[in-house]
Every structure is written in structure tokens, then in C-alpha cells.
């Protein structure tokens, strides 16, 4: 992907988390075959153009799509973790560098990445971890992996 120059560290060790974690997805979860649409449509995402005319902002729109492909009532409702329910580099795989992207392109009035963005990275690790949880297998933390 890009240059990490102008990300701050921890972003940079949360995404390459969540990278981590989406290539240990367990095997028992499906991959989309060739000429299907992916459960997670991110290799191909683009911000809504009805969701960019309600926010008027590209990442309220960003925002709002992520929440179409996941639910809208996912982080509310159960134990308000994210469902990860199917792996693969043209799909889910591809949403850690869509959210690195976006990331660079978006910042704070301080310079730091969009808060909404940075919950996005946290969020679907977190989905990804309970996924792998899920199918007997251990997750470690983030530090041992960034070592």
C-alpha cells in the first residue's frame, strides 16, 4: 500500500493488526467464489452517492456504507461486536487497505486520522478476533504479533 509516512505508529501497528487478523480468519468460514459478490463488498467500495447527498461529508458517507455492509444495528444490539461470517482477499480482506486509504486522506483538526475511521480499524479487528475465537482458535495479543 502507500507510504506509511504520514500515519502515526498506532495506526500504522492497528492496521497491520487487523491485516494479521484477517489472514488468520479460520478456514471454516466461506470465501466467495469467482463471480460472486461478497458478503463484505470492500475490494470495489465506493462511498454511496445517496449517503454522500445525506451526511455531505465523504466520511459520514463512508461511515454510513460500512454500516449497510455490516448492519445497521450491529454495534447496538447483542454483545455489539461485528460479524465476521466470511473471509477472503477480494472481500473482507480488502478492507484494511480501503481504511488505510481513507485514513491518509482524512484528519482531525490536529492532524490525527479520522476518529470514525480509526473505530472502523478497532471494530472489525475485534469482529475478526471473536470469528477466530469462535472456531477454537487462539488469538494472541497485538504485541506479540508486532514484534
Known sequence: MDSDENLPTEIIQKLL??????????????????????????????????????????????????????????????DGIIPIEERGKHGIGAVADLLERYLKKYKDSSGQPNAVLVKWVEDISTGCEKAIKKHGKEVSSMSEYLQ
Open 17 to 78: 493488526w487487523l491485516r494479521t487478523l484477517l489472514k488468520n480468519l479460520p478456514s471454516a468460514l466461506p470465501t466467495p467464489q469467482r463471480g460472486e459478490i461478497p458478503k463484505y463488498p470492500f475490494e470495489t467500495f465506493r462511498p454511496d452517492a445517496a449517503h454522500l447527498q445525506k451526511t455531505e461529508d465523504e466520511v459520514g458517507a463512508i461511515n454510513e456504507g460500512f454500516k449497510s455492509i455490516f448492519g445497521w444495528k450491529t454495534r447496538t444490539t447483542g
